[in-house]
């Protein structure tokens, strides 16, 4: 019998904002996921990708529609500004269609008091429109900037534990639903 084959998982970082402390925990979170087994992992920093804002096609837009095409599943990194999710990772959603369908994601949240869970479960019901499967884990950081060293390290146990367990059911999902698209394409 042979070996699994890994999940391509894509990280998208979704803060853009000036002095953003989005690379920390996505670089954290990409640390975990790197030792987890079956994921080869991608990351897409949405400050890197200029999407139009427009939502027109261009030569950013296209190489983000394949790169999403190709992933089998993903992770939005996602802060949490005025009660919402950062305005880059709304149009990171809209500049893609058909890719995103039948595909899991999981969130990786931070903020202030709330730890970026409203921006979470906001996203949810973009992700649902968008024909994702929200994997139920998620991550979350309150009071973000006393979480980390400054080697980027956290003793933030419940993240540690809430990392592994969400990466545990992205895989899941991710393996099912590409034997599925395989042998049945979704009828969304």
Do not use: C
């Not at 146990?157 to 590409?178: F, I, N, T």
């Amino acid at each position: 019998m042979s070996a699994p084959v890994p999940v391509r998982i894509e990280v998208i970082i979704g803060s853009t904002r000036v002095g953003r402390v989005a690379p920390v925990v996505a670089d954290w979170f990409t640390e975990r996921a790197r030792a987890y087994p079956r994921v080869e992992l991608g990351i897409i920093d949405l400050l890197e990708t200029p999407l139009p804002q427009d939502l027109s096609d261009s030569p950013v837009t296209d190489a983000f529609r394949a790169r999403v095409g190709r992933a089998d599943g993903f992770v939005a990194v996602t802060s949490e500004y005025n009660h919402g999710y950062p305005a880059a990772l709304k149009t990171a959603f809209d500049s893609v269609k058909h890719e995103w369908r039948a595909k899991p994601i999981g969130f990786v949240s931070y903020g202030g008091l709330s730890g970026g869970l409203r921006a979470t479960e906001q996203l949810r019901q973009v992700v649902a429109e968008l024909h994702m499967v929200s994997v139920r884990q998620s991550v979350s950081f309150h009071q973000v900037r006393k979480k980390f060293d400054n080697q980027g390290r956290t003793t933030d146990s419940a993240a540690v534990d809430s990392a592994d367990r969400m990466l545990a059911q992205l895989v899941w999902w991710a393996g099912a639903v590409r034997l599925q698209r395989a042998t049945e394409g979704y009828p969304g």
